[in-house]
């Protein structure tokens, strides 16, 4: 039986080269297409010999070309932390706008099924909770973050514009804080930075109180979520994430005792458009994919924190 050929965007990315991983491991063949700007080579190279998996370097912005047949494209390239789009933004902007476009002219191409990779900052600072996908969000286009908040939300209306006009096969999942191995170090969020900073026995900074809240999703249950969305006819976005909710300064806690250090918590000015809460309804998930996360926070962080002391040195 022919390997089913599945090209994810992005895939030498956090989740993106977990999806690798995964889809090599159901015996997929997977083209990961990457331009390393957030990526990067060691989360893959452990593929590179596999004779499953193919890398090609590639700036999703310019025409995606990829010859012979294809099954599946996931389109997971994006700078994903505040950081990385505050440094960028045009960039988050194009990506966003532009690379979809093209990766949709690519499903659109091969009669391919396409799934994009979406954000709970589509709610922006929410004024339900916890989000159903039934809810517009409450988004400042013009702030800091609009960058990144702004090429979702048109890659969203992109994506259900090629799904009613060119009768493509698409799913939009909405992705809330999701950490795990391969984060990089310095990504800017709060696990890593939390992480980092007590490894290296400096204080952990909290913004504002710490009183605002997260929901944080463990990388493999979030690649089971997607990989089970591959094989459903789901157009509608769909929320994933973990609905356990926690105060950051509750997590600089937990990731205190975890490390087992004696770090402080300093405190700093929140920064502006942070969302005070932020927490999935996956009511949609558990119904159509009969999914829901398994990995309890802590027992996520300390598989987390022992991949970042042994790649610490690195950084």
């Not at 012979?68 to 700078?79: E, N, R, T, W």
């Amino acid at each position: 039986m022919p390997k089913k050929i599945t090209v994810i965007t992005g895939g030498a990315g956090f989740i993106g080269s977990h999806l690798c991983d995964r889809l090599i491991k159901e015996s997929f063949f997977v083209i990961c297409l990457d331009n390393l700007i957030t990526g990067t080579m060691d989360n893959i190279r452990h593929l590179l010999n596999d004779k499953n998996f193919r890398f090609q370097k590639h700036d999703v912005t310019k025409y995606i070309g990829i010859k012979g047949k294809v099954d599946y494209i996931l389109h997971f390239a994006s700078p994903a932390s505040p950081k990385d789009y505050l440094e960028i933004p045009i960039k988050t902007l194009k990506v966003g706008s532009l690379g979809t476009h093209n990766a949709l002219g690519l499903a659109k191409g091969k009669k391919a099924k396409f799934i994009l990779a979406s954000t709970s900052e589509i709610y922006g600072d929410p004024l339900v909770h916890p989000q159903p996908e039934t809810y517009w969000g409450n988004v400042n286009p013009i702030g800091p973050r609009s960058c990144y908040d702004e090429s979702k939300r048109f890659a969203e209306a992109i994506t259900m514009a090629y799904h009613r006009a060119h009768k493509i096969n698409t799913s939009i999942v909405r992705i809330f804080n999701t950490y795990g191995e391969r984060m990089r170090i310095d990504d800017g969020r709060a696990i890593p930075n939390f992480v980092s900073c007590a490894l290296r026995g400096q204080p952990l900074v909290v913004y504002g109180k710490g009183d605002q809240t997260r929901s944080f999703c463990y990388v493999s249950d979030l690649v089971e979520g997607i990989y089970r969305l591959m094989f459903k006819r789901v157009n509608e976005p769909m929320n994933l994430g973990n609905p356990g909710e926690f105060t950051i300064l509750e997590l600089a806690k937990i990731v205190i005792k975890l490390t087992g250090t004696k770090n402080k918590i300093k405190f700093c000015a929140l920064p502006q458009d942070d969302p005070r809460q932020r927490r999935p309804d996956i009511t949609k998930a558990k119904r159509f994919l009969k999914w829901q996360p398994k990995i309890k926070l802590e027992e996520g962080l300390r598989r987390s924190i022992g991949w970042f002391r042994d790649n610490l040195g690195g950084s």
